[in-house]
């Protein structure tokens, strides 16, 4: 069964400093691979997503994961967090035979102290 | 419309009352998913049409919840017999037919917060 585990429920950081959000997969499949942003009372917006290309993969507002297939991971990085980055983090993976249902993951709660 | 549109935003029953949640897909997206985000959670499957039919209902939790997509477009998702753990934030996504099942974006609503007294 295809699921997902975020290994952090929380994560602080402070300003300026290098976010990373970590994420586990397990698949029987090669993966289809999401990472999605909620801000407090706005919709899901997907930052970027792995589908069997690149192994690093380049998102919105700076944001970045590497696929690594030995590791089964996906995490999310950063260089340098900003005040607008808190929110929501959900690592999500396709079910591609089953039209294309997303499973997510329990979700990071990202602070970023000023 | 430019996104997915869901309403009522808010939604206050009594157990035991009937409800209805409507969601208005992107134009053009053949593909609509309905998910339901508990408090501390991440979004849980419920149902995926393509077109009309439902091409997935697994994730409905029992026969009190149904969904409807009568003319391709808006869903309705109806819950009958509301118990209090029903009471979550009740996501619409929609998806491209342009784009692959397993990699296209899902573009989700804002949710319709349902709370059941």
């Known amino acids: 069964a295809q699921s997902v585990t975020q290994l952090d429920s929380h994560v602080s950081v402070s300003e300026g400093t290098p976010v990373l959000l970590r994420c586990n997969y397990s698949?029987?499949?090669?993966?289809?691979l999401f990472w999605y942003v909620q801000h407090p009372n706005k919709g899901l917006q997907l930052l970027l997503k792995?589908?069997?290309?690149?192994?690093l993969v380049k998102g919105i507002n700076g944001f970045e994961a590497e696929f690594k297939k030995s590791e089964t991971s996906f995490h999310l990085t950063k260089p340098s967090a900003h005040m607008s980055d808190a929110a929501e983090y959900f690592c999500?993976?396709?079910?591609?035979?089953?039209?294309?249902?997303?499973?997510f993951g329990q979700g990071t709660e990202l602070s970023v102290k000023p | 419309g430019a996104g997915v549109s869901q309403t009522p935003s808010n939604k206050v029953t009594e157990k035991g009352k009937y409800v209805e949640l409507r969601c208005d897909p992107i134009?053009?997206?053949?593909?609509l998913y309905w998910y339901r985000q508990s408090l501390g959670q991440g979004p849980e499957f419920l149902i995926y049409?393509?077109?009309?039919?439902?091409?997935?209902d697994s994730g409905l939790p029992n026969d009190r919840f149904f969904a409807v997509r009568p003319e391709g477009s808006v869903s309705t998702l109806k819950i009958q017999r509301t118990e209090r753990g029903d009471s979550a934030v009740y996501l619409c996504?929609?998806?491209?037919?342009?784009?692959?099942?397993?990699?296209?974006?899902?573009?989700f609503g804002e949710g319709s917060r349902l709370t059941v007294l």
């Open positions: 999500v993976v396709s079910f591609y035979n089953q039209g294309g249902k997303l499973i």
């Open positions: 996504a929609s998806r491209s037919s342009g784009t692959h099942i397993g990699t296209g974006e899902l573009f």
């Open positions: 792995y589908t069997s290309a690149a192994t």
């Open positions: 698949s029987s499949y090669s993966p289809s």
């Open positions: 134009s053009g997206h053949t593909a």
């Open positions: 049409f393509q077109g009309t039919g439902a091409a997935d």
